[in-house]
């Protein structure tokens, strides 16, 4: 689409000044409220706990999780009005995908503990999970922010 007019460099610092305030404004929005993370720290804990349940009380436990993982984001979104779908940045991409493998990796663990019998492993499984996504989410967060602060 062509412009039939010539943009003033005044006009044009006057539009980049209100993108960076919508980035300011946009990144003071989607910081996640205090029970966010606490929140998703048990949720997602309580996935890799789920063998310790037993037969068919695995699934349920999971199923469980899940529905609140699902609830918590729901309520997020609700609190913030803002719904994201896209990481914006290389750091807070790091920080999932680091938290991703952690918590994947804790679900293999508390599986081979709970076939060997070795329920503290299991445990300590869920503690990590529990661990990583707490003081995770708000180092994403920090993370977050600053990526769309800054525009990246």
Do not use: K
Not at 94 to 120: C, E, K, P, Q, R
């Amino acid at each position: 689409m062509e412009s039939n007019h010539a943009q003033s460099p005044a006009s044009a610092r006057d539009a980049l000044r209100g993108l960076e305030g919508d980035r300011l404004e946009l990144a003071r929005r989607t910081r996640s409220p205090r029970w966010y993370y606490p929140g998703l720290a048990l949720f997602t804990a309580a996935i890799p706990l789920a063998p310790l349940a037993g037969g068919v009380w695995v699934f349920v436990v999971i199923a469980f999780a899940c529905l609140g993982l699902v609830g918590l984001e729901r309520a997020f979104v609700l609190t913030t009005g803002i719904s994201t779908n896209r990481v914006p940045g290389p750091r807070s991409l790091l920080v999932l995908v680091v938290m991703g493998i952690v918590v994947l990796t804790m679900v293999f663990v508390s599986g081979l503990a709970v076939h060997a019998d070795s329920t503290a492993w299991a445990l300590m499984a869920g503690a990590v999970s529990f661990l990583v996504m707490f003081p995770g989410g708000y180092v994403y967060d920090h993370f977050y922010g600053q990526e769309l602060r800054r525009g990246v």
